[in-house]
Structure formats: structure tokens, C-alpha cells
């Protein structure tokens, strides 16, 4: 009798010590579940979900504030696999946060440009090279196609173009293959 | 005969055989349209102007990159046009070319020869001479040779590959019959180049001529010509390896990690040229065949000449054609024949126009299953390809697709699958890209929220050291003041206490 109890007392502070240790050694940082969210996002950082940012977005949707709906570049599938990871039903894209549209860039008519810098200063992802009265230009690489530089331009000089299919990025199209 | 031969695969006799291995020179064309694009390593950048002279071999655009190879001026006269045509992609979009006018003289830039001499050069040497001569894989996969052969660590043995990848393509067939002493001294330079042990030239057991005359002009005992059964897909790198060595390249691997080099045999002649004469790589042979020509032949042509200009001198007939640049199997189907040859176009497919059969339900029957060289399942491919479920895919290994066409061509429902399978892979690629895309744009994203956290940061620290530094200095200009205020009472006391 005695010598169970202080077995089983034994084993107790054993593996308390060690779930212990491990709540620290493996301690996870913020919302796990944030991350996630994140990872579904576009990352196109236009602010079109009332946030300013997709993690923004995302810290809301994690604690319930937000709908899942709310994000037009990531389209019907992203809102799909976020009702998928979230466990709720499937909703279809609120149209009053915008509309879904192909993937496009920024492009600056630089003749235009007057070197105001507001653009640098809209600009979520840092796309923008530039500075005060000299010309501006676009890093195509990294511009996310947001649209937060237009309404900032005092000249109107930028522009949304439809990123063009390239030798390497060019996707057969399905609907031909099944009917050839 | 070798006895580990790989698992599926199918025989197809030629349909077309090319009866004299003769090769036809084909006279420098009038206008030479050059593409930029390589199949493999971005785009060249020019480097001549509209309205230069050049002559034929003079280097017309330069590298943009490590894996890039410059693009030679194949024949001489002026330049005409530096810009985007239409080019042999199955996507039709325009890429960028440079146009070449005839000046009809063919004159040549000075050639800097090596010589026989090529054993006193270094193995960088030879492979720079590679890369400056502009040589790219010739088999049709175009990719540029210098990577490859700088990429081997402790190469064991180089393989050159002349089993003619494609049935109906005669190239390298009739470039071993015609060119045998240069292909076994072009071997030697690799093996020179690479430091591998031996080298084994792989020839399907069908082409008995170009057999007899490459042996009858090795006599490098590091130098084995192996004769090998004919099978199609036994041109694809990591199955001729499996048939030759018994060793298997693993998945998402390249042979050169398994210390094995694997060339074409066209490449091979053009290293040769690069190498012991200084010729860049402007011509290359280019089979002309089908159902829509009298006279299939093997062609030397210079790049950029238009397919029209090689294919008249095959008699086509006046049927309306549908034609194919590659072969049967892996080809593209083009819609003009208007397009240039390119460094890859190792065959022109002419063929009269047939309506294309009907595509009917799969039927379970797994022909495809049993024809895929590479043991892939193509009928569950296809089931998640066609659903766009492009994990799904991925799990049953679609990276490991050579799109070689075994399955299609088996299939009794005429199910173009490796159509299938090649969207699959554009739409992982796009997915990858945009993945990668959005980390970019987290990361910067991020980056830009700590900016301008920390500026406002430092700002404030800076504002709060600005307020308490004006504090001291008030606190010390007050007791300054109060200093004098006091020294001026005292002056005024002890005037009153004098006066008084």
C-alpha cells in the first residue's frame, strides 16, 4: 500500500517536472492560429478588409471580429479555404469590400512624375524607389497590385496594368486540352 | 545487349525513314531571325544596334546571367529589327528576336583556334570556350552545357547520348554517319574537360551504320560505344542511365550528383567545332519529315533560317499541313511555318492535315500505367489534374512527369494526357511563384510596420531628450538670472546703506 502511493507520488513529480519544462522549453509565441490565417492572405496589403494589412486582418479574424469574406484578391477560394481552416460554413465574397481582379502592377508614367514622394509613403510593401523631385519608379517584383498609391497621386500618374503572361509563367488552358 | 533495360516505354518504328544519310547544306538564308530567349537561363541582351554591320559568328547579345550563353550572328549582313516575333511556343506570345539582312557575302569573324591541341588547355578553358561558342543541350531540351559540365564533382563517367530521342527524328543518326571522327574527338575534350574515368557513347541497336563508323574511328580505349535496344523514352538522361549503368538518378536529382554527365551527341559535334576550329554554334541539323513531304532528309541549316525555306527543298505536297517542330511525341504544334530554327528545332514535322481523333471517357483500362518509362501513375494524375487538385497531383509525383507522351499515345480514348499533366505543372509553378511573392511581401510588409514603429520610437526619445535638455538649460539661464537679480539688490542695498 505504502509503497504504491510513493511510486505513484514518484511518477507524478516526474512527469510534472517534465510537462513542465517542456510548457517552457516549447512555449509557443503570439497566436499560432494567426499565422495560419496569414499564410491563406493574398499579402497584397491593399486594406480593402477595413484593416491596414493582411495580418491586421488576420489577428481580427483569429479572435472572431472579422468575416471571412472580406478579402477580394485572395478571391472565393481563399475565403473557401479560410472557412475550411476556421471551421465555419462558406460564405461567398462581400462585394462591398471590392471585386476580385487579375494580378496587376503599378507602372508610373515617369514623364509625368514630380517627385511628391506620397506614393513612397502609401506604398504597404516599400515598391516604390524614389525620392522628393526626382522621378519614381515601381519595383514590378514587389509591388502587390494594392492600389493604395492612386488615390495619393497629385498628378495621376500611375497606373494598374494586368500582368502579361510570360514564356515561362504561361498556363495551358484547360477547357482546350478537354476538347482537343 | 544490355540486360537491365528500364520497365515500360513503347517501340514505335519510324514511320518516315530518311533513306540517304547524306546531309543537305542548306545555302545561308536571306533574313536570319535569332530569339533571344533560351529554352533555359532568361534572356541575352543585345549588344549591336539597328543598322550594324556584322559578320557571321560576331557575338550579337551577350549574357544576362550565369546560365546564359551569348547568341552569334548566323550569317553576315545588317542588322534589320531588334524586336519582339512571334517564335515555336506552344503560348504564341511573341518573344524578343534580332533580324539579320543578308548581305549574301557569308564572311566570317576571325576565329580564334585552339587547334588539336586541346589537352594542354585547362578544363575552365575548354568549358568557357563552351559557354562563349553559345552551346546549349541540342537533344531539345536546350539546356546550356557549360552549367553541366561545370556542375560535376567527381564525374565518373560521361555518357553521350546518341539514341536519337524521338522516333522520325534522323539528326543524330546522320550526324554520326557524316561526322564520326568529330564526335569520338569532341568525347575526348568532355572527358578532358569533366576528368571522368570513361565515356560510353549509348546507340539504339537500329542505327547498325552509325555504329560501324563512330567504331571505326574510336580508338580511345576510355571510349565504349554500347549498342542499346530500341525503345522510346531511352533517350530521356535518367533512363538511358538506369539502362547503361544500373544505377538510378533519384527524384528531383540530377544525374551530375550521382557523378555522371549525360550529352547529346549533336552537343558533343558542337563542342568539337567550338573547341578545335573556334566555331560558334550557328547551323545545326534539322530533320524534315511527315506524311506531307516526298523526300524526308537530314538538313544543315543556320539558326534563324524560316522552317518554309527548309522544308520546300523536301517537296512537300500541296495538301493543306499541319506541322511540328521536335518530334512526334514531345513536339509542339505550330500554326505557320513562317517560324525560324532555333537551337532546339532538331526536327520539322510535316504532316497532311487529319482531323484530330475523338476524346473519349476514361475507361479504367490503365494502358498508361503500363507504358510509363518512369513507373508514375498517369491515370491518377490525370484524375487530379484535370480536377485542378494540383496536391494531389503532386503526391502521385507529377514533378517526376519527362512528359515524354507514352501514356497519350497508348490511350484507346485518345485522352491527351500529357496535356493534362503539363497545365498541372504550369499551375504548381504559378502557385510557388505566388507563394513566394506573398512571403516577399509579408516580409516587407513587416518590415515597413517595424520602420516606421521604431522611427516613431526614436522620434519620441529624441523629442523627450530635446525637452529635458531646454529644461536644464532654462533651469540654469533662471539661476543665472536670479544670480544677477541678487548681485543687482545687493548693489542697490549697499548704494542706499552709502546714501544713506
Redesign the interface.
Same mark, same amino acid.
Given at each position: 500500500m505504502l509503497d504504491s502511493i510513493l511510486i505513484f507520488s514518484i511518477l507524478t513529480l516526474i512527469l510534472g517536472l517534465i510537462l513542465g519544462y517542456a510548457a517552457i522549453k516549447f512555449r509557443i509565441e503570439g497566436n499560432p492560429l494567426v499565422n495560419q490565417i &496569414?499564410k491563406i492572405l =493574398?499579402? +497584397?496589403?491593399c486594406g480593402q478588409c477595413n484593416y491596414p494589412?493582411?495580418?491586421p486582418y488576420a489577428e481580427a479574424l483569429a479572435k472572431g471580429e472579422a468575416q471571412i469574406n472580406q478579402c477580394p484578391p485572395g478571391g472565393q477560394d481563399g475565403a473557401d479555404e479560410l472557412a475550411d481552416l476556421l471551421g465555419v460554413e462558406q460564405i461567398p465574397l462581400n462585394t462591398e469590400h471590392g471585386e476580385t481582379k487579375e494580378p496587376m502592377v503599378a507602372v508610373v508614367d515617369e514623364q509625368v512624375c514630380i517627385g511628391c514622394t506620397l506614393c513612397i509613403q502609401a506604398c =504597404?510593401? &516599400?515598391?516604390f524607389v524614389g525620392s522628393s523631385k526626382v522621378m519614381t519608379t515601381v519595383i514590378a517584383?514587389?509591388c !502587390?497590385g494594392c492600389e493604395l498609391c492612386i488615390p495619393v497621386c497629385p498628378v495621376d500618374c500611375i497606373d494598374m496594368v494586368e500582368i502579361q =503572361? +510570360?514564356?515561362g !509563367?504561361? *498556363? =495551358?488552358n *484547360?477547357k482546350d486540352?478537354?476538347?482537343? | 545487349m544490355l540486360s537491365n533495360i528500364f520497365r515500360g516505354g513503347i517501340h514505335i518504328p519510324n514511320p518516315y525513314p530518311v533513306k540517304n544519310p547524306k546531309i543537305v547544306k542548306v545555302p545561308p538564308p536571306e533574313k536570319a531571325v535569332l530569339i533571344l530567349q533560351q529554352k533555359v537561363g532568361g534572356q541575352a541582351k543585345p549588344c549591336v544596334e539597328v543598322g550594324d554591320k556584322v559578320l557571321t559568328g560576331q557575338v550579337i547579345a551577350g549574357t544576362s546571367s550565369q546560365y546564359c550563353v551569348p547568341i552569334h550572328a548566323s550569317i553576315s549582313g545588317t542588322i534589320s529589327a531588334i524586336d519582339k516575333q512571334p517564335i515555336p511556343h506552344p503560348s504564341g506570345i511573341d518573344a524578343m528576336c534580332i533580324t539579320i539582312e543578308s548581305d549574301g557575302k557569308d564572311k566570317w569573324v576571325e576565329k580564334e583556334e585552339c587547334g588539336a591541341d586541346f589537352l594542354s588547355c585547362k578544363p575552365e578553358q575548354i568549358i568557357d570556350k563552351i559557354r562563349s561558342a553559345g552551346i546549349v543541350g541540342m537533344g531539345g531540351a536546350g539546356f546550356p552545357t557549360h552549367i553541366k559540365v561545370s556542375s560535376v564533382k567527381n564525374a565518373n563517367t560521361l555518357v553521350v547520348n546518341a539514341t536519337e530521342c524521338e522516333p522520325g527524328i534522323m539528326c543524330d543518326d546522320s550526324l554520326m554517319q557524316n561526322y564520326p571522327r568529330e564526335i569520338i574527338r569532341g568525347t575526348e575534350i568532355l572527358l578532358h574537360a569533366c576528368s571522368a574515368k570513361k565515356a560510353i557513347i549509348a546507340i539504339e541497336d537500329d542505327k547498325q551504320e552509325a555504329f560501324n563508323s563512330l567504331l571505326m574511328y574510336n580508338h580511345n580505349d576510355k571510349i565504349t560505344i554500347q549498342r542499346i535496344p530500341t525503345k522510346y523514352t531511352s533517350g530521356a538522361d535518367k533512363l538511358l542511365i538506369k539502362s547503361l549503368l544500373d544505377v538510378e538518378v533519384p527524384a528531383g536529382k540530377h544525374p551530375s550528383d550521382i557523378g555522371v554527365l549525360c550529352h547529346n551527341v549533336g552537343t558533343v559535334k558542337a563542342i568539337h567545332d567550338a573547341v578545335i576550329d573556334g566555331r560558334p554554334l550557328v547551323s545545326r541539323i534539322v530533320t524534315v519529315t511527315g506524311s506531307g513531304v516526298e523526300d524526308p532528309k537530314n538538313y544543315e541549316a543556320r539558326l534563324g533560317t524560316s522552317f518554309a525555306s527548309v522544308v520546300s527543298q523536301s517537296k512537300p505536297n500541296k495538301q493543306k499541313h499541319k506541322i511540328r517542330m521536335g518530334g512526334m511525341m514531345m513536339g509542339v504544334d505550330v500554326n505557320s511555318d513562317q517560324y525560324s530554327i532555333c537551337k532546339i528545332t532538331n526536327c520539322i514535322f510535316i504532316n497532311n492535315f487529319e482531323p484530330e481523333p475523338q476524346v473519349n471517357e476514361c475507361i479504367r483500362c490503365s494502358s498508361c500505367n503500363q507504358v510509363c518509362p518512369i513507373n508514375l501513375l498517369p491515370q491518377q494524375l490525370y484524375w487530379s489534374s484535370k480536377s485542378e487538385s494540383i496536391d494531389k497531383a503532386l503526391e502521385y509525383n507529377l514533378d517526376n512527369c519527362i512528359e515524354c507522351g507514352c501514356c497519350s499515345y497508348v490511350c484507346p480514348s485518345n485522352i491527351p494526357l500529357v496535356d493534362y499533366f503539363v497545365f498541372a505543372k504550369a499551375v504548381n509553378k504559378k502557385q510557388i511563384n505566388d507563394a513566394e511573392r506573398a512571403d516577399i511581401a509579408r516580409q516587407r510588409f513587416e518590415y515597413r510596420e517595424f520602420r516606421i514603429e521604431r522611427n516613431m520610437s526614436e522620434r519620441a526619445e529624441m523629442m523627450a531628450k530635446k525637452k529635458k535638455a531646454l529644461k536644464e538649460k532654462m533651469a540654469k539661464e533662471k539661476q543665472q538670472k536670479d544670480k544677477i537679480a541678487d548681485a543687482i539688490q545687493r548693489v542697490s542695498k549697499s548704494k542706499e546703506n552709502k546714501d544713506a
Open positions: &496569414d =493574398p499579402q +497584397t496589403q494589412g493582411c495580418r =504597404p510593401v &516599400d515598391a517584383k514587389e !502587390t =503572361p +510570360t514564356l !509563367t504561361y *498556363i =495551358p *484547360i486540352i478537354a476538347h482537343a | -
